[in-house]
């Protein structure tokens, strides 16, 4: 049933709001899948670059904090305000997991040359 979540909502008896949030909700979802490679990977250089554990937890929680944003207003969200709401979210947690990167490779560039 997970794969055929659409076709499930749209034969239950749900109001079309209700159905359109389901769909949203599967959405973000899928949103989240494709961008935990990226926060995993990210802690994973920090770790490697041994970057100090507050600026890997403040990246988590910033991270964290910025899907549980990004997945209200992808689901609950049905204006232009909460589209770009939902964009600088997005933008908010992947800029962390960036800003470790650029840390992580600071860090190895000082320790080659």
Not at 15 to 22: A, L, S, Y
Not at 39 to 60: D, E, Q, S
Request: proline share 4%; with cysteine; aromatic share 12%.
């Amino acid at each position: 049933m997970p794969r055929k979540t659409r076709e499930f909502v749209s034969e239950c008896q749900l109001t079309p709001k209700d159905q359109d949030r389901f769909q949203r909700a599967e959405a973000a979802n899928d949103n989240g899948f494709v961008s935990l490679p990226f926060f995993a990977a990210a802690i994973v250089a920090g770790n490697l670059a041994k970057l100090p554990n507050k600026t890997l937890n403040n990246v988590a929680a910033l991270y964290i904090g910025s899907r549980i944003a990004f997945n209200m207003l992808y689901i609950f969200g049905t204006t232009n305000a909460s589209g770009i709401a939902r964009s600088v979210a997005w933008l908010a947690g992947m800029g962390g997991c960036l800003s470790l990167f650029v840390q992580a490779g600071k860090t190895f560039q000082k320790a080659i040359f």
